[in-house]
């Protein structure tokens, strides 16, 4: 039996613009990082660079609504200090990164911490489990310290 071409053999790649709507129809994504994805799909730096510049055009991408929104993803979870470093790792501009990051100026992270072990524990938990959960939340060491001194920490650990 002779099989015939398929048609995605005549079929020419999709442009880097194209490629680029689709992939920001599924998420937000930091310019940085849109472009490293756009040249492992094959896209030339100057290509990706143009789509990325005309998105930017359009509006429909922005590191600073990335960055709003990965800030308000992580905030409740994660440290300051962490998201900072998820969005130099993401690429953001630092500007944009800095007003975004500018919403968790109030909060206090060991208040967040006690709140998170009430809501997701019935009864007081130890210390040593208290402070696993700040270190899996990525709070910083400074934070863990003030919590594990404070007075709501008292109980101590159980051997296991």
């Known amino acids: 039996m002779r099989r ?3 048609r995605s053999a005549d079929r ?3 442009s880097a613009l194209s490629t680029a709507v689709r992939m920001l ?8 990082e849109l472009r490293a994805r756009l040249i492992a799909r094959g896209v030339s730096e100057e290509a990706a660079d143009a789509a990325l510049d005309e998105l930017a055009g359009r509006g429909f991408l922005s590191d600073a609504r990335y960055a709003e929104a990965l800030v308000a ?13 998820e969005l130099r790792e993401k690429g953001v ?8 990051l500018a919403s968790l100026a109030g909060r206090d992270e ?23 959960t700040m270190r899996r939340r990525k709070t910083s060491a400074g934070r863990r310290a003030r919590f594990a001194s404070c007075s709501h920490a008292a109980t101590r650990c159980r051997s296991r």
């Open 25 to 32: 129809a599924r998420r937000e994504y930091a310019r940085a």
């Open 110 to 132: 060991v208040v967040e911490a006690l709140a998170l072990l009430r809501t997701r524990y019935d009864a007081p938990r130890s210390r040593c489990c208290a402070l696993a």
């Open 73 to 85: 993803r992580k905030a409740g979870r994660w440290g300051a200090r962490a998201i900072a470093h």
């Open 4 to 6: 015939t071409p398929s």
């Open 12 to 14: 020419t790649p999709p």
């Open 93 to 100: 501009e630092a500007g944009a990164a800095s007003s975004a």
